[in-house]
């Protein structure tokens, strides 16, 4: 694999890789519509990749997800399908394609849930079209490597936070939002924030997840929509209360009640370890610390 195109390379995540593999692809918007067969077709003459990480996808925190279901479902489906199909008929012999732990069941019968358990129930309504994407995705992946023997793989992340995440956006993910509320805050501020604070979820650090990858290209050759999450599993109210010790804000947060979404969606780590050894996941309270730096340093 000479050649690693990496789709999504201005999002999030894509930046992050691109300073730990600066010799990949990356590609983004601005090079290529994926939503456009054409223009992935094009991308796939331009670069004649070896492999395909995709993490290319519109995203959004609760709000984003709750108020643009038809985007969130329709751009998600056609930028995946074409990607993987792309590959295909470019001769692209390796994808290993992002998931998301929301593409599983709203509730399950055991927690930590695993990767056999995915399609036991319905999503989350809070991000049913972006999770039903997901599982279109994960489905595509795994007919392709059925149907001609492809290494055609998935994995599934967890919530994903640190250095470089979309803190000005206002339809952010929580913990961004959290840092740049508690950045703006004023000693003893009151601070709003929606549900109840009650929820339960696995933060993954942003760096864990981009060391993890270039090991998953080699070694993940299953069907498994293998899950990547960190061993701790907070609740909104704990991970408030960590990043108030850390920003020494003294604050008090106000719980609106709307909005909890999905009460706990914990993944299972299992399968990941097994694969690439007992990696050691960055904890959540150095994780903030670092992001909580990263941001206050940008001015």
């Not at 792309?86 to 927690?111: I, Q």
């Not at 994960?138 to 492809?150: G, I, Q």
């Not at 994903?160 to 339809?171: E, S, W």
């Amino acid at each position: 694999m000479k050649k690693v195109l990496v789709t999504g390379g201005s999002g999030f995540v894509g930046r992050r890789l691109a300073l730990l593999k600066p010799d990949w692809t990356y590609v983004s918007s601005a090079d290529y519509s994926l939503d456009s067969y054409k223009d992935t077709q094009l991308m796939y003459r331009d670069i004649r990749p070896d492999a395909v990480i995709h993490l290319a996808s519109v995203v959004g925190g609760i709000r984003a997800n709750k108020n643009n279901p038809t985007v969130f479902f329709e751009k998600n489906i056609l930028i995946n399908l074409n990607v993987v199909r792309g590959a295909f008929e470019s001769n692209t012999k390796r994808v290993l394609a992002s998931l998301s732990t929301c593409a599983f069941p709203d509730t399950v019968s055991h927690y930590p849930f695993n990767e056999s358990n995915i399609f036991e129930g319905s999503p989350s309504d809070t991000n049913l079209s972006y999770a039903m994407s997901k599982r279109a995705l994960y489905v595509h992946c795994n007919a392709y490597r059925k149907k001609f023997n492809l290494n055609y793989s998935t994995f599934s992340p967890s919530n994903i936070y640190g250095p470089g995440d979309h803190f000005l956006d206002p339809d952010s993910h929580f913990i961004a939002a959290l840092v740049r509320k508690l950045s703006h805050a004023k000693l003893g501020d009151e601070i709003d924030m929606l549900g109840t604070g009650n929820p339960l979820r696995q933060q993954l650090y942003v760096d864990d997840l981009i060391h993890i990858l270039p090991r998953l290209l080699i070694s993940h050759n299953s069907d498994a929509p293998l899950i990547i999450s960190p061993d701790e599993n907070l609740s909104i109210k704990e991970m408030c209360e960590i990043g108030n010790k850390i920003s020494q804000k003294d604050v008090r947060f106000k719980f609106n009640g709307e909005l909890d979404g999905q009460f706990r969606k914990d993944g299972s780590n299992s399968l990941l370890k097994k694969m690439i050894g007992n990696f050691k996941f960055t904890t959540f309270e150095e994780g903030f610390r670092k992001t909580y730096r990263h941001y206050s340093n940008l001015g």
